[in-house]
């Protein structure tokens, strides 16, 4: 069993800049393929960013690429989403998920991990 937590989110103004982080319990972090994915009000749950379990693979929604960037510490078994100029329209809950079947590959459907936070809400104001 993996758990993971989020935290980082918050209050920012538009064109500001938020670090999320999760961590994971359990050895194995490092081989799993993690993914953010986000949710705002009345929509569904979105994929933002993934990477593959050695980092070397990352893909990024159209929506944030160029301005997001996820990263891992599996020292730290930690993984990262970077947040630059944001947007009004960014503002979500953020959810972190974690995979160890399918882990040489960057998922983007939400039925592809197994392993879910609670999600950290991200505010942008205009």
């Known amino acids: 069993q993996v758990q993971l937590v989020e935290s980082g989110g918050g209050l920012v103004q538009a064109g500001g800049s938020l670090r999320l982080s999760c961590a994971a319990s359990g050895r194995t972090f490092s081989t799993y393929a993690m993914g953010w994915f986000r949710q705002a009000p009345g929509k569904e749950r979105e994929f933002v960013a993934g990477?593959?379990?050695?980092?070397?693979?990352?893909y990024y929604a159209d929506s944030v690429k160029g301005r997001f960037t996820i990263s891992r510490d599996n020292a730290k078994n930690t993984v990262y989403l970077q947040m630059n100029s944001l947007k009004p329209e960014d503002t979500a809950v953020y959810y972190c998920?974690?995979?160890?079947?399918?882990?040489?590959?960057?998922?983007?459907?939400?039925?592809?991990?197994?392993?879910w936070g609670q999600g950290t809400q991200v505010t942008v104001s205009s």
């Open positions: 998920a974690a995979d160890p079947f399918r882990r040489d590959y960057v998922l983007q459907k939400q039925h592809e991990y197994l392993y």
């Open positions: 990477m593959s379990w050695s980092g070397g693979n990352t």
